[in-house]
């Protein structure tokens, strides 16, 4: 298990713009860069934020695959992802994702 | 002698500024740090000292210290590009942030230290409210609010009463603000987002309205502070600083969804 090199990429992703600017255009070149196993590598480019957050992705890192809309998140799929697998909890329904607002560099 | 004149509380909504900017007056959330900047502008604070937890913007698990302070000259935030409001160098104070460094070890708190900062919005939302124009320095210290396993909260009150002993053993005679950034309880990221654990957040503002900071400590577990949401261990920074507080009871205590607004004075 690399959920390390994961965590790193979404923090790279966030903090690092040339590194965003490649994830968003060769992100499986970046990807190659990285010892990922086939189970990570197949969960992040498939967008399977639930199967991340149960391999142990730290929530404020996942947040990041729907705040630069990579490997298809964003805000509109990203609960109904993390929670998939999880049973179902009557919180579920409290609240809503507040909508974002990019600030593009 | 320094002396610590004021201590406070506040969250940083990520959004608060732009939505502000967007509906004047409308939000609680301003009315509420309009209520703590006028309190921290009687107390007349010539430094703020600020306890935080990064949100993996100067922190990674490639480092990611319990407690660190900040010691740069300066630093700028916020960092994060999504973040709605204006960037803004915050000017540090490296005498004041060496003599602490220097006063924990020597009090057995083996701090760690960073020259070097790169400012979130954790750390920058609660100055551009109560340090405007970023006319005072401050000088950050970070607690791990997020990664398990977070410091106990018992070590807190401990970091707090030290803090406090250092202010007033430091040779400079600045009047000092103590300030706490981060909310009760909320998550922002994981599958509970939108849900707030009201029943958490009102036992702390009870204990903390009852100057119980000793019993709060010992209520927010690891396990009590993860049921309620991935940031909730941002009420470390919360009891870090009521460790500073002797018996001092608020003057001031309001919660507000999870997030918690509150002043204490000092004569």
Redesign the interface.
Known sequence: MSV?QV??IL?LT??D?AFRKRMQEEPEVVLNEFSLSTEERDALTSGAVGKL?QMGV??????HLY?WELFGVNRDNY?TR??EG?AY?P??E?????V?????? | MAKLVLAAGVPHPPRLVFEMQQSPGKTKGEALMKQVREQVEKAEPDLIIEVDSDHFVNFFYNNLPSFCIGMAEEAQGPQETWCPMPRYTVRGHVPLAKALFRYGVQNKFDLAAAHELRLDHSLVVPLHFLNPGMALPVVPIYTNGFVSPLPLATRCVALGRMLRRFIEAWEGKERIALIASGCFAMDVGGPLRGWVDNEWAETISKLLARGQYPTLARRATEERINAAGNNSGELLNWITVAGALGKTKPLFLEGDEGNGYAVWKFD
């Open positions: 390390y965590n790193k923090y966030d903090n713009a957050y730290h929530t404020f890192l996942l947040n705040r609960l993390i929670r999880m909890d919180r579920f409290q609240g809503n994702m507040p974002q607002r990019f600030i593009q560099k």
